[in-house]
Nanobody
Framework: QVQLVESGGGLVQAGGSLRLSCAAS????????MGWFRQAPGKEREFVAA????????SYADSVKGRFTIPRDNAKNTVYLQMNSLKPDDSAVYYC????????????????????WGQGTQVVVSS
């Protein structure tokens, strides 16, 4: 399994930006799709964004389309979540996840498709 460590969470005002980072261990990072999920208090964990192992395609939840992007840097074994135009509803613990299998054809978007998870990083957006 891949070890994942998130960073970059914090407190930001509505309308502001934040960039989360997820550093992965191992030499096979480039063969795994990566994703971000979030969980707000009292709610289920939900999909936010994912990127194909090739970096050639991405998928986003409707709630973040046009505001969030998920670039990856295979040379640094890192995937990011760039969050712009933040809203109070974006407040949650954000989790990085690695695909359960390498070289998946499609971009995974369900929790069941991911096999490794980070510990989470808290994001609070104040109004």
């Amino acid at each position: 399994q891949v070890q994942l460590v998130e960073s970059g969470g914090g407190l930001v005002q509505a309308g502001g930006s934040l960039r989360l980072s997820c550093a992965a261990s191992g030499s096979t990072f480039r063969t795994y799709a990566m994703g971000w999920f979030r969980q707000a208090p009292g709610k289920e964990r939900e999909f936010v964004a994912a990127i194909h192992w090739s970096g050639g395609s991405t998928s986003y939840a409707d709630s973040v389309k046009g505001r969030f992007t998920i670039p990856r840097d295979n040379a640094k074994n890192t995937v990011y979540l760039q969050m712009n135009s933040l809203k109070p509803d974006d407040s949650a613990v954000y989790y990085c996840a690695a695909d359960a299998i390498p070289l998946r054809l499609e971009v995974p978007t369900t929790q069941e498709q991911f096999g490794s998870w980070g510990q989470g990083t808290q994001v609070v957006v104040s109004s």
